[in-house]
């Protein structure tokens, strides 16, 4: 629900920023150049050529969408320096991303040097239009529009970086990028209509600044009560020895004794001297369905070792809160080719006894029936295996 809540907040904060003070005023500007000019009626209203102006905007959000990648790719790449510190990193974007809210609100206008603007010197009305064009342009203003979409764009930048995965990451980008782009394709489709109703409420930039504020705010606070959570049991844990070279007492794993998808019995108590891997998911959760291809991998990997004495499971449980019945999970398997077994958990009660809280969450029974490691969020291909490694020594 949480996951929902940031990829819902990041597409209303692209709507907001189209609705900014940088952005709104200057529609006509800009669909004068996509359309190749616009003529009046005998009314003298300015018509636009519809199927031009409607082609070069696609083309016009296209240049908008790579430049907010190309920004996206640059966080990600700085958020994986900070991986290390990544409770660290989460609490102080955080912050940020509750000052910029409150910028956005406006507590700190006189900081005049947050308003400075550059702009790349381009002149567009010099230059013929063209389909090149039409990109280019929406790839350069969207750098010139920093003043009022600055704070927006660098709390999604800031989510970014924090992603777990890289994957993850991009997907706050991409509905960021839609939010923006969805009202001006609609306003290339009603163009004359949609420019009348904006010159008559101006005033509606006022109100969306001050909501994106409070939306900002809200997403600032849900990243630093992640990275509080991830210091206490979102990364992998491990508990500290008595002396140095004490060995860890590790805790011993729930049993279980449940069904696949495909109607094959497993009992933990049956698997001693085998590394069991048990990842807590749910058909409607979105990091669960990212990872999911990951594990397929692994899990492809380990079948094609015949030496291979790691085993892993899907713990799904049907029927319980939002999740779907037995059937409908085991055809979201079959459908995504995701073959590896998933436990089908009525009632819950083996989430229960692992105190399961949020999904995704992953544990690694070592051969003694031993909890060696676990984690709770998103993980790749590459951690899964560095969780097996650690059971397995």
């Known amino acids: 629900m949480i996951e929902n809540f940031t990829l819902a907040g990041a597409f209303l904060q692209g709507i907001l920023s189209f609705f900014s003070p940088c952005v709104l005023p200057l529609l006509p500007l800009y669909f004068s150049y996509l359309s190749g000019g616009a003529e009046k009626d005998e009314k003298g209203q300015l018509i636009y050529k ?20 190309i920004l996206g790719l640059g966080a990600q790449a700085i958020g994986q320096v900070f991986s290390r510190a990544k ?10 991303i509750i000052l910029l809210g409150l910028f956005q609100l406006g507590l700190f206008n006189k900081l005049t040097f947050l308003l400075r603007e550059k702009r790349i010197p381009l002149n567009f009305s010099k230059i013929r239009l063209s389909p090149l064009t039409a990109i280019l342009m929406g790839f350069v203003f969207s750098f010139s529009w920093t003043p009022c979409v600055g704070p927006a764009l660098a709390s999604i930048l800031l989510m970014t970086s924090n992603a777990a995965t890289e994957g993850s990451g991009m997907i706050y980008i991409f509905f960021y990028t839609i939010g923006f782009s969805l009202p001006f394709i609609i306003t290339g489709f009603f163009l004359s209509s949609a420019l009348n109703f904006f010159s008559k409420h101006k005033a ?29 049991g979102a990364e992998i844990k491990e508990e500290a020895a008595v002396e140095k070279n004490q060995k860890r007492e590790l805790p011993t794993a729930p049993d279980f004794a449940l069904y696949d998808q495909y109607g094959d019995y497993w009992k933990l108590e049956d698997l001693k001297g085998k590394v069991v891997v048990l990842n807590f998911w749910a058909t409607w959760c979105p990091p669960c ?78 051969g003694e029936g031993k909890i060696a490691a676990y984690q709770v969020g998103m993980i790749n291909g590459q951690q899964l295996r560095a969780l097996i490694e650690r059971a397995k020594n």
């Not at 409607?54 to 790579?66: D, P, R, T």
């Not at 909501?211 to 210091?231: C, D, R, T, V």
């Not at 049907?318 to 073959?339: V, W």
């Open 204 to 232: 509606i930039v006022k109100w969306t600044a001050r909501i994106g504020g409070i939306l900002m705010i809200l997403i600032g606070i849900y990243m630093i009560a992640s990275g509080i959570k991830s210091n206490t």
């Open 87 to 96: 409770m660290i990193f989460s609490i102080v974007g955080g912050i940020l």
């Open 289 to 366: 369905r990212a990872e999911m291809p990951d594990f397929q991998q692994v899990y492809q990997e380990l079948q094609e070792d015949e030496n291979s004495q790691v085993l892993i499971f899907g713990v799904a449980s049907p029927n319980t809160g939002n999740e779907k019945s037995s059937r409908e999970i085991a055809d979201f398997l079959q459908k995504n080719a995701y073959s590896y077994p998933s436990l089908m958990d009525d009632g819950g009660d083996l989430s229960n006894r692992y105190y399961i809280r949020a999904f995704p969450t992953t544990f690694v029974i070592n």
């Open 50 to 69: 519809r199927e031009k102006t409607i082609i070069n905007s696609f083309l016009f959000v296209l240049g908008i969408g790579a430049a907010f990648f």
